[in-house]
Structures are given as C-alpha cells and as structure tokens.
T-cell receptor
Framework: AQTVTQSQPEMSVQEAETVTLSCTYD???????LFWYKQPPSRQMILVIR??????QNATENRFSVNFQKAAKSFSLKISDSQLGDAAMYFC?????????????FGKGTKLSVKP | NAGVTQTPKFQVLKTGQSMTLQCAQD?????MSWYRQDPGMGLRLIHY???????DQGEVPNGYNVSRSTTEDFPLRLLSAAPSQTSVYFC????????????FGDGTRLSIL
C-alpha cells in the first residue's frame, strides 16, 4: 500500500521569503500522480500544483514550484515570495495511475504560518 | 456552476442517532469520494464510487454506508452515530482518473455527543 509522509507538522516563514515543505512517499508503482493541496482556515481544499511521475520536468504554478525526485520518492513544495494569504495547512497527496481506485492518499499535513 | 455541494455544513448528533450527509456535483464527474479529516491525521478515504450504481470501501469504511443512484449524488449515511465519528467530512469528485484534480466540497463538521 502507498503511504505519504510529511515530516514537518509546522513551518514558519517571513513574508516575502521562500519556504520549502517536504513530502516523501512510498510506492511500488512506476506511474502515478502527486498533488499539493492548500487548506486555509475556511476549510476549503484548494489544488496548488500537480505532477505526473512520468514527467521529469518539475511543475510550476506562479510562485509555487515542486522539486520532484522520483528515485528518492520525494516531492517538496517551494513557495516563493510568501504572502500572508499563503498561511494554511498544506497536504501532499498521491494518486495511482490506474486500477479501480482513483482516489487520493494524503499526508498528515504541514501548517504554514507567514509572519508579516 | 456550483461544483461540489455538501449539506449540512454543521451538525450535532447524539450517540446512536442516524443521519445522511448529502453531496451533489454538477460537473458530470464519474468519480466521487468521501473523506474524513481528523486533527493530525490528514484526510482518509471512507467510501468511493466510480460511477452510478458502483461503490467500494476505502480506508475507514466501518460505520458508514453509501449508495450512488445517480451521477450527481453520493450521500453518506451514518447508521448509528458514535463519538469516534466526530470529524470533518469532505466529499470530492473528479473526471475519471489520472491527473484530473479532485474537486472538494466545503466540508461538514459533525459532532457526536
């Protein structure tokens, strides 16, 4: 069974600085998808960025980028120029390529605080 | 376009009571899922459906029932509520498999006394 581990329960960053959130996963599959979701205090689950395992190029969405290391089974999220609105829980998630189950396996989350 | 709609947003039950959490999506998505979120545990899959008439168990299915009679609706039933089911419940939907993101509802905060 696949597992997702986020080893940093809490992180803090100064506004305008850069922060990296860690995520590792365990799988025997060669094809899969990885996601980062943001959950602000409003409780909404918001997709931040996604990565296909077959793509070597790291995904980027504006100030958000990932460092995907397939061999190391690592999928970290970098937030550049941090803003107060980035304060939230961040969840790393894994999704199998195929099979009958197309659902997400989540890590336990990292709570990010942004200091003004 | 409402996306994924969950009702109610908050609910308090007494132990032993039953209730149904409603979930509806208007995006014609095949996949629908129910997750529960507990402090320090992330989100865990309860049940899921790959289409109307097809459901299956996730990681934590005990105490919950689901059915999917239409593409749009995927209700979650608590047959006899227990304090251990106090949680925030999320419904999600997605178009097929792959890198299509799951769209989440706003969640239902459920407290069992």
């Amino acid at each position: 069974a696949q597992t997702v581990t986020q080893s940093q329960p809490e992180m803090s960053v100064q506004e305008a600085e850069t922060v990296t959130l860690s995520c590792t996963y365990d799988t025997s599959e060669s094809d899969y998808y990885l996601f980062w979701y943001k959950q602000p205090p409003s409780r909404q689950m918001i997709l931040v960025i996604r990565q296909e395992a077959y793509k070597q190029q790291n995904a980027t969405e504006n100030r958000f980028s990932v460092n995907f290391q397939k061999a190391a089974k690592s999928f970290s999220l970098k937030i550049s120029d941090s803003q107060l609105g980035d304060a939230a829980m961040y969840f790393c998630a894994y999704r199998s390529w195929g099979g009958s189950q197309g659902n997400l396996i989540f890590g336990k989350g990292t709570k990010l605080s942004v200091k003004p | 376009n409402a996306g994924v709609t969950q009702t109610p947003k908050f609910q308090v039950l007494k132990t032993g009571q039953s209730m149904t959490l409603q979930c509806a999506q208007d995006m014609n998505h095949e996949y629908m899922s129910w997750y529960r979120q507990d402090p320090g545990m992330g989100l865990r899959l309860i049940h899921y459906s790959v289409g109307a008439g097809i459901t299956d168990q996730g990681e934590v299915p005990n105490g919950y029932n689901v059915s999917r009679s239409t593409t749009e609706d995927f209700p979650l039933r608590l047959l006899s509520a227990a304090p251990s089911q106090t949680s925030v419940y999320f419904c999600a939907s997605s178009r097929g498999r792959g890198n299509q993101p799951q769209h989440f509802g706003d969640g239902t905060r459920l407290s069992i006394l």
